[in-house]
Structure formats: C-alpha cells, structure tokens
C-alpha cells in the first residue's frame, strides 16, 4: 500500500515539473518573438511630410502672370524665355490679311518681332490682375468694354486650335489631325490673359505643365479690326 501511494505520488511531482518547464517555454519564446518583432520592424514615417519637404513650392498663377507682363515691360527677353518650354515652345498667332495664322518657335526675342513689321508692344503696367471675364474689343467702336489685365480661369482657350482648323480650310495648310489634337491638350491646361492697351494689347496663354506656369500663345490678331 505505502509503495502504492509514494508511485502515485512520484507520478504527480513529475507531471507539475513538467508542466512548470511547459510553462516557461511558451513564456521564453513569447519574450523572443515580442523582442524580434520589435528590433526587425522599421520604424514608421510620413511619406506625406517628406514629399512635402523635398518638393518645390509652385509658382502662383498671378505670380506668373505678372513676371511675364514685367518681362514685356522691360522688352526683357531672358525673363520671358525662363517662361518658355523648350520641348512646347510657343505658338504667335496673327493676322497678315483676312485670315490669322500662327507660328512656332522655342524662344523669345524681342529685337526680332513676328511678324517683323510689328513690335512687341512695351507695356507700362503697374496695376493688379482681375480674375473673371475677359475684356471685348468692340472694332466699331474701336475700344475695350473694359480696362485693366484679366486671366478667365474658369475657361480654356481655343483660339489656337481654331486657327489651325481655318488655315487648313481657306490656306490649304495640311495641318494634321494629330497636331490639331496636340494644339488642343494644350489648350486644355491653358488660361487666356489679356492686358487691354488702345495701342499695344497684350493677348497670351498661360499653361500649366507639371506644375509649373509657362507662357505657350502670344494672340497679336485679336484686338485689330484692320482687314
């Protein structure tokens, strides 16, 4: 009877060892996993507050707006070539008889107008830019219902697309679809502005590229009621 109770009590000492070292096993691999979890994560950043940091702030649409019309003030050349994209260039849309046209370059001079027999007119703006309705010019009454530099930035020009279409109907340019198409994408990120002048208007597009302003149509046909 004795040795009966002391192999039953044998049995239950080792069963309690063994489930204490059961135990502490769990509880050692818990600590170790907690601890490689911890030391082989990487540490969380905000991607947002360092694209934030390394990107460049853009220049305002009125900020742009004005540097031009300052470069045309000064007839400064290199100031308005820093607003000229050299793989968009710029589009010079004017009136040689009836019918308007348009030219393309990739920079600005202005000891050399287009078309050579018209200047580049030298403005003495000092004012502040309207956001809203652009000026009219009234060729009867040879005047604009309004004066004052205006950008419409809630409609996109089509002046150039359109030249481009009536070239192709009344002078046979063979302008193609796919350069019509081109003309009208860059339209689309496009503002007209337009600085009224009884002598010297100045008619431009101001465009959007990745984020930054770039001068793309000079208008010298609207405004001249001559043909």
């Known amino acids: 009877m004795v040795k009966k109770i002391l192999g039953v009590w044998l049995i239950a000492v080792f069963l309690f060892s063994s489930c204490n070292r059961t135990a502490e096993k769990k509880e050692s691999q818990l600590d170790s996993i907690d601890t490689i979890a911890k030391d082989t994560l990487p540490i969380p950043s905000d991607s947002t507050d360092t694209i934030q940091e390394q990107a460049p702030q853009g220049e305002s649409l009125d900020a742009a707006i004005m540097n031009i019309i300052q470069a045309f003030n000064k007839q400064d050349s290199k ?4 607003y000229i994209d050299k793989t968009v260039g710029y589009y010079t849309i004017y009136r040689p008889g009836v019918q308007a046209i348009y030219t393309h370059a990739v920079a600005f ?6 078309p ?3 200047p580049y007119p030298h403005t003495n703006f000092l004012g502040k830019i309207t956001i809203g309705q652009l000026p009219v010019y009234d060729c009867g009454k040879e005047a604009w219902n309004k004066k004052g530099l ?4 809630k409609q996109h020009p089509t002046e150039l697309s359109h030249t481009a279409k009536f070239m192709n109907e009344i002078s046979d ?9 081109k003309l009208k994408a860059l339209e689309a990120k496009s503002y007209r502005v337009i600085l009224t002048d009884k002598n010297a208007p100045l008619i431009f597009h101001i465009t959007n590229k990745n984020g930054k302003w770039i001068f793309t149509v000079l208008d010298r046909a609207y405004g001249g009621c001559d043909a």
């Not at 205006?150 to 930035?153: A, I, L, P």
């Not at 340019?173 to 198409?181: D, G, V």
Request: net charge negative; hydrophobic share 35%.
């Open 109 to 114: 001079d202005f000891n050399h107008p287009i």
């Open 79 to 82: 100031a308005l070539n820093n």
């Open 116 to 118: 050579d027999y018209y």
């Open 173 to 181: 340019a063979k302008i193609s679809n796919a350069e019509i198409q």
């Open 150 to 153: 205006f950008c419409n930035n």
